[in-house]
T-cell receptor, first 115, second 115 residues
Framework: AQSVTQLGSHVSVSEGALVLLRCNYS??????LFWYVQYPNQGLQLLLK??????LVKGINGFEAEFKKSETSFHLTKPSAHMSDAAEYFC?????????????FGAGTRLAVHP | EAQVTQNPRYLITVTGKKLTVTCSQN?????MSWYRQDPGLGLRQIYY???????DKGDVPEGYKVSRKEKRNFPLILESPSPNQTSLYFC??????????????FGPGTRLTVL
C-alpha cells in the first residue's frame, strides 16, 4: 500500500536561507507525487506534482522538488525563504483504492520563517 | 471566481446534537470529497462522490453521512457528534477525481469542536 512519511513536523529557517522539506514515499508501483501548501486559515493549494518525465519539478512561488526513485524521496526545496512562505506543507502520493485513484497525505510539516 | 465554499467556518457544539456542514462548488466538478485534518495525521478522507447520487466511504467514514443530490453541493452530516470528531474539516472538488490529471480545489475549512 502506498504511504508517505514527512520527516520533521516543524522546520524553522531564517529569511533568505534554504528551505528543505523532506518526504519519503512507499509505493509498489511508479508513484505520482504531490506537494500541497496550506496558508493560515486557508484550504490546501497545489504547489507542484510529479507524474512522469523530468524528475526535477518546478512549482509555484519558487519551489521545486526532485523525484529520486533510488531513495524513494520527493523532497521540496526553495533556495531562499521568504516570510510569506510560512505555512504548512503536505506531501501526498496517488494511490489506487476502491476502483479509483485517490490522494494519501503525509502528516504535514509546518514551516516557520524568522527575520 | 472559481471556488469551494464551506459553512460554517467555525462551530462549537455539544455531544449528540446533529449538525450539517455545507459544501458548495461553482466549477461544475463531478468529483467532491470530505477530509478531516488532525495534528500528526495529515488529511484523511471521510467520504467522496464521483458524481450526483453516487457516494462512497473513504478511510474514516464512521460517524458521518453525506448526500449528493445536486452536482454543486456535498453536505457532511454528523447525526450524533462525539468529542473524537473535533477536527478541522475540508471539502474538495475536482473535475473527475483523478488526482494525476485533475487538480483538487479545497475549501477554506471548518473547525469543529464537540464538547
Amino acid at each position: 500500500a502506498q504511504s508517505v512519511t514527512q520527516l520533521g513536523s516543524h522546520v524553522s529557517v531564517s529569511e533568505g536561507a534554504l528551505v528543505l522539506l523532506r518526504c519519503n514515499y512507499s509505493s509498489s508501483v511508479p508513484p505520482y507525487l504531490f506537494w500541497y501548501v496550506q496558508y493560515p486559515n486557508q484550504g490546501l493549494q497545489l504547489l507542484l506534482k510529479y507524474t512522469t518525465g523530468a524528475t526535477l519539478v518546478k512549482g509555484i512561488n519558487g519551489f521545486e522538488a526532485e523525484f529520486k526513485k533510488s531513495e524513494t524521496s520527493f523532497h521540496l526545496t526553495k533556495p531562499s525563504a521568504h516570510m510569506s512562505d510560512a505555512a504548512e506543507y503536505f506531501c501526498a502520493v496517488s494511490a489506487f483504492s476502491g476502483g479509483y485513484n485517490k490522494l494519501i497525505f503525509g502528516a504535514g510539516t509546518r514551516l516557520a520563517v524568522h527575520p | 471566481e472559481a471556488q469551494v465554499t464551506q459553512n460554517p467556518r467555525y462551530l462549537i457544539t455539544v455531544t449528540g446534537k446533529k449538525l450539517t456542514v455545507t459544501c458548495s462548488q461553482n466549477m461544475n466538478h463531478e468529483y467532491m470529497s470530505w477530509y478531516r485534518q488532525d495534528p500528526g495525521l495529515g488529511l484523511r478522507q471521510i467520504y467522496y462522490s464521483m458524481n450526483v447520487e453516487v457516494t462512497d466511504k473513504g478511510d474514516v467514514p464512521e460517524g458521518y453521512k453525506v448526500s449528493r443530490k445536486e452536482k454543486r453541493n456535498f453536505p457532511l452530516i454528523l447525526e450524533s457528534p462525539s468529542p473524537n470528531q473535533t477536527s478541522l474539516y475540508f471539502c474538495a472538488s475536482s473535475i473527475y477525481g483523478e488526482p494525476v490529471t485533475d487538480e483538487q480545489f479545497f475549501g477554506p475549512g471548518t473547525r469543529l469542536t464537540v464538547l
